[in-house]
């Protein structure tokens, strides 16, 4: 995990109480909906109890309070597919749902967890996923169920991707920090398109996001594409890996080759100076 500097682990499993299990003290099935939020809080107490400040844990499941206790969320367990409805397009909404329930911090295992069948991610599906995760709170891979069947970061075919976003993760490390500490305020660190309108009719596109204030992604979530079309919001924004400006409020087509996912950062902003510098390195 390449993150803020901390060393955490997976909280996993608070939402599988049986409802007919038999507890010291209270009703399960009365109990089941707080069960990973009692799980979250111990784990938060473990943490606290030991002293340490650089390290956390994030869990899957919560309910009422869970922010209370989970610092980041991740959003469970991915087909390692595209396929919308449990593959890497169902991130997007689901980190927006959280968010929109007071978790503002979430993140996903990069290529995701369930392989079975002909179900395995190759070099491609691995690489995009990684893309979207370098312009988000926490950069996290999962090596599937099934390991030797599926890609993994060290792969020669993606070893090279690998280095290369994760010194990107890192060099942005001021910029996360300042969306988590927003995040620590209530504000999700990854929104939806039609965050700024402030109207769901004003969205274009379910798949791309804010990060924070200044940046806006657009996760490939197609096999083979290597362009995108985005909608930009209002302003001005930069492509990153160019410098080009394009007007707020209008359609475009970018490329987007393996290892450079459309990304823009708005022209003005207090991280433009950080943005400029990070991208030079890899003009």
């Not at 926490?138 to 993606?158: C, K, T, Y």
């Not at 083979?224 to 924004?237: K, N, Q, Y």
């Not at 930069?238 to 080759?257: E, N, S």
Request: net charge negative.
């Amino acid at each position: 995990m390449l993150d803020l500097g901390v060393s955490g682990w997976m909280a996993d499993f608070g939402e599988y109480l049986p409802v007919d299990c038999v507890l010291h003290d209270g009703d399960p099935a009365l109990l089941h909906n707080r069960w990973p939020v009692l799980w979250a809080r111990v784990n938060r107490e473990a943490i606290e109890e030991y002293g340490a400040e650089d390290v956390m844990f994030f869990t899957r499941s919560g309910y009422l309070g869970i922010q209370t206790y989970a610092p980041v969320m991740w959003n469970g367990d991915q087909h390692t597919d595209y396929t919308k409805d449990y593959g890497m397009p169902c991130v997007m909404p689901a980190s927006f749902s959280l968010g929109f329930s007071g978790a503002p911090m979430v993140h996903s295992d990069i290529g995701g967890f369930f392989s079975f069948g002909k179900m395995k991610r190759n070099d491609e599906l691995f690489i995009r996923w990684m893309e979207m995760d370098t312009f988000s709170l926490l950069m996290r891979s999962h090596e599937s169920i099934r390991p030797w069947a599926n890609s993994q970061f060290d792969a020669p075919g993606v070893k090279p991707h690998t280095v290369t976003l994760t010194e990107i993760h890192a060099a942005l490390k001021p910029y996360i920090a300042n969306c988590a500490k927003l995040a620590g305020e209530g504000v999700p660190a990854m929104r939806p398109d039609f965050w700024e309108a402030v109207s769901f009719a004003e969205s274009r596109d379910p798949y791309a996001y804010f990060l924070g204030d200044e940046l806006f992604v657009c996760p490939v979530i197609r096999r083979g594409d290597r362009s995108r079309e985005v909608h930009l919001p209002a302003g001005e924004w930069v492509h990153f890996w160019t410098g080009t400006v394009y007007p707020g409020g209008t359609a475009q087509k970018v490329p987007a080759p393996l290892g450079r996912i459309p990304v823009f950062y708005r022209r003005g902003g207090q991280f433009e100076g950080l943005f400029r510098r990070v991208a030079a390195k890899y003009e």
